[in-house]
């Protein structure tokens, strides 16, 4: 066929600079980004709602800890844990911190190791991962009971307002929620990878699609998304 | 390069393999229930709609009754009012207009538009519409419930949405707040589908500036709702929350029949924030569409090149953009520092340059053209008026001297109605109108189209226009009962009576539309392929309706912008979007 579909980007010398590489990618046929297969689109996407639900939360939680005309509890003194006798404010909430961003690390070296072909150290990577993300949510369900016994409630607390155990259950429950989900994917994935359906290319239970080694790194970006929103939790609700 | 196999003869350039394959239906439950293919989709999203939308539609008949015949239906007391209201507006914004844009044009328009097989998710494609029908379902079960549906408006503003006294207080609340979730939900799993398909999986040829209005619309709706959805949905979860567990997030310290609520120190306005951060940019998630669909009507049936296309691309964006930082204007009375009053009347305004472009291009595309006054063209047309209308008295109330006064009046109601109730309304009419005989290869019957047009258009104004002239009076909205109020003539009533038996005639108008839809079906004029000579791919599918997989063996190539229409020198006055440039003679 010589019929041309599209006119010939204009060339230059030289490798195409940033912005022409952009501009080029957008005024293209089939494709805005170039290169990025539908599932990491999609992914990305998705992360942009999710970071909106996340900025409403945190917005939310803002406006009413300004609104409210009850002092708000002390949170070094609130996340304290009593460890051999002294009070170590907010010594919790570093692990787990710690604990999240690591697992951070993890996922990126199993995405590395997924792109080279390396099939149980994906796995086990991808499982590491999912084991700092589990070690979170219990230690997260260990700060819930503690909380809980000391007599915080959503709707009420000793030490001052109410909206503190109010914002407090309902965001990091619902980052709790991501993180759960995150380690089920993270488990799934991690099973299909030991088990070599990307590379037999096996089709999955629910969609009837093949899946390949990038859903390690699309699973990857929900997790580092997921890690990235708490440390945004972590400043604004632990530190301030 | 230019010839693109599927499936077996290899994989896409661009794109992984196994990302063409479809999942093809093995049963009848698969190919027509639980199906993924985006075309069934759209025809149960739209069906669902259409249906949930009916009920709407009775529930404004109720409120007529009341507002023309106060106090001669003794089943409609203030709480069922408020209920019926509240149920209106909500189904009609978000149950209705959201879901039949966006699920059911977008499902159906975007994979053949841009030539595309699917959508590229199929399977959560399919889980976005099951999880908006139960949406639909929780919502309808809030009638059933004990205490009836919410009744605290459609804006749901607490806290008196959630204290005794509102209806619906012991489970519609807790019942439309659910379902606004699961709504939330299932839209969000359609609308990545929808903007990674736009971006991602277009024919060979189609650029995003090669691409028809309607999907520039859709498209835009899409980022929009995507990005606005979350503030409703954060709202929802912590009124929830407030009324279920107790939290104080919109709850002030209230006193309640002298005794003190345990509720304290939340501000409600936080939540007329997140509502209106979605509700504004809900107005256009609902226009949007209804522009770009529009503008490829009239560019068909004025048988012209759209005017101005690249600035009405942009203007859709523009608006887009700009919806963001609007939503306040919807706050005016609820007070607000007099310099954010100033910002948000200026963003405000500054929306009507890129809808004035827009009003603009269509008038141009319609001077001097081969103007075909088909059904879909009559409803073209008529949004333009509407809208028009609609967006002046939208000037009016976007400044905040001139809301204040009029924002509690049926002033507010006339123009949000004509605006996104009647000029969204039209173009989903002309769309099916337009689009029917691709989905089921016959034509809608004309006369019954006219007769249901005519009816329609006249019917809206009659109802709609004597409403602004009753809010400049001073006849306040949301009230069950305005006899007897000393400032406002007796006159009033009489033409409320007026507006109602005008909304009797035009909601039965709608009975003709629906049994036009069904006796169509099997005994509409077969209409071909390309009924309209439309240039856009929809018309170009090898089988009509449209097989699963939409183009046969190959993929269409795509050679031209979608309005070349009456060129000189081509053999016919349509050069569709796959036709090379030496098959169009003169053309290219």
């Not at chain 1, 900025?55 to 609104?67: A, D, E, P």
């Not at chain 2, 949405?161 to 439309?176: C, N």
Request: charged letters at 10%; proline letters at 6%; a neutral charge.
């Amino acid at each position: 066929m010589t019929e041309t579909v599209l006119p010939p980007l204009p060339t230059v010398d030289g490798p195409p600079s940033r912005w022409r590489r952009f501009s080029g990618e957008w005024a293209a046929d089939r494709q805005a980004f170039a290169g990025a297969s539908w599932r990491k689109a999609m992914m990305w996407i998705f992360l942009l709602s999710d970071t909106f639900v996340f900025g409403c939360f945190l917005i939310g939680y803002m406006t009413v800890r300004m609104s409210t005309t009850v002092p708000w509890p002390n949170a070094s003194e609130v996340f304290a844990l009593e460890i051999g006798g002294t009070e170590l404010p907010l010594i919790l909430i570093a692990i787990m911190t710690f604990v999240l961003i690591s697992s951070s690390g993890t996922m990126a070296m199993a995405v590395a190791q997924g792109y080279k072909r390396n099939r149980r150290a994906t796995a086990l990577l991808m499982l590491a991962t999912a084991v700092l993300g589990a070690t979170f949510v219990g230690m997260q369900a260990f700060e819930w009971t503690k909380l809980i016994r000391e007599g915080v409630r959503p709707w009420t607390n000793s030490w001052g307002a109410h909206q503190f155990g109010s914002t407090f259950f309902m965001i990091t429950g619902f980052h709790g929620t991501h993180v759960t989900i995150g380690v089920i994917v993270l488990a799934i994935v991690a099973r299909k990878v030991w088990r070599g359906d990307f590379d037999v290319g096996r089709r999955g239970f629910f969609t009837s699609q093949r899946g390949g080694y990038e859903n390690v790194e699309i699973a990857g970006l929900y997790w580092h998304f997921v890690d990235l929103v708490w440390v945004f939790i972590f400043a604004l609700f632990y530190l301030w | 390069m230019v010839d693109t196999p599927i499936g077996a003869a290899g994989p896409l350039p661009g794109s992984e393999p196994d990302e063409a394959e479809l999942y093809h239906p093995h049963s009848w439950l698969t190919r027509y229930v639980f199906s993924q293919d985006a075309k069934v989709i759209a025809i149960q999203y739209s069906g669902t709609a259409l249906a949930i939308g009916l009920v709407a539609l009775v529930l404004s008949w109720l409120i007529r009754l009341q507002l023309g015949f106060p106090g001669l239906f003794p089943f409609l007391g203030p709480a069922e009012y408020y209920q019926i209201i509240t149920m209106h507006g909500m189904i009609m914004v978000v149950y209705l207009l959201t879901a039949v844009f966006l699920g059911g044009f977008g499902n159906y328009l975007i994979p053949l538009m841009i030539g595309a097989r699917d959508m590229v998710f199929p399977y959560v494609n399919m889980l976005s519409y099951w999880i908006y029908l139960l949406a639909v379902l929780v919502l309808v079960a809030s009638f059933f419930a004990p205490g009836g549906p919410t009744g605290a408006g459609w804006t749901l503003y607490p806290p008196q949405a959630i204290l005794s006294g509102t209806p619906g207080q012991e489970w519609g609340i807790v019942l439309m707040l659910a379902s606004l979730i699961l709504f939330i939900i299932g839209f969000t799993m359609g609308g990545v589908n929808y903007v990674v398909t736009v971006l991602q999986a277009r024919a060979p040829g189609m650029t995003l500036m090669r691409m028809p209005l309607t999907i520039w619309g859709i498209f835009t709706a899409t980022v929009l709702a995507l990005l606005a959805f979350p503030a409703l949905f954060v709202g929802a979860v912590m009124m929830l929350l407030d009324r279920l567990l107790g939290t104080s997030f919109f709850m002030p310290m209230i006193i309640e029949a002298g005794q003190r609520l345990h509720y304290g120190g939340g501000t409600p306005i936080l939540f007329q924030h997140l509502f209106w951060f979605f509700g504004h940019p809900e107005v256009y998630i609902v226009a949007l569409p209804a522009f770009g669909i529009v503008s490829d009507l009239i560019s068909t049936h004025a048988r012209k090149n759209i005017f101005g296309y690249r600035m009405m691309v942009w203007a859709i964006i523009a608006i887009g953009g700009l919806s963001f930082v609007v939503w306040a204007h919807h706050m005016y009375v609820s007070g607000m520092n007099p310099y954010f009053g100033f910002f948000f009347a200026t963003t405000t305004l500054i929306i009507a340059v890129p809808t004035a472009i827009k009003v603009y291009n269509w008038v141009l595309t319609l001077w001097r053209g081969d103007i075909h006054l088909t059904v879909p063209m009559l409803f073209a047309i008529a949004f333009i008026v509407t809208f028009l209308n609609g967006g002046l008295t939208g000037l009016f109330l976007g400044n905040v001297v001139v809301d204040v006064p009029l924002s509690d009046t049926l002033f507010v109601v006339a123009h949000f109605h004509m605006v996104m109730g009647v000029a969204p309304i039209l173009v989903i009419f002309g769309g099916i109108y337009h689009w029917y005989p691709k989905v089921t290869g016959r034509m809608l019957d004309e006369r019954l189209g006219l007769l249901h047009f005519w009816v329609t258009f006249l019917g809206a104004y009659l109802i709609f226009f004597p409403m602004h002239y009753l809010g400049l009076l001073g006849v306040p909205r949301r009230y069950f009962e305005t006899t007897g109020l000393g400032f406002i003539p007796a006159s009033a009533a009489s033409l409320n009576a007026f507006i109602s038996v005008v909304a009797f005639v035009v909601g039965a108008a709608q009975v003709v539309f629906v049994a036009n839809l069904i006796r169509s079906l099997r005994h509409g004029v077969p209409a071909g392929g390309n009924p309209w000579h439309a240039t856009t791919l929809e018309w170009q599918t090898p089988d009509t309706p449209p097989r699963h997989g939409n183009w046969g063996a190959r993929l269409p190539v795509v050679y031209r912008w979608p309005y070349d229409y009456s060129v000189p020198g081509a053999a016919e006055d349509f050069v569709p979007q796959n036709q090379p440039a030496h098959a169009a003679g003169a053309a290219s």
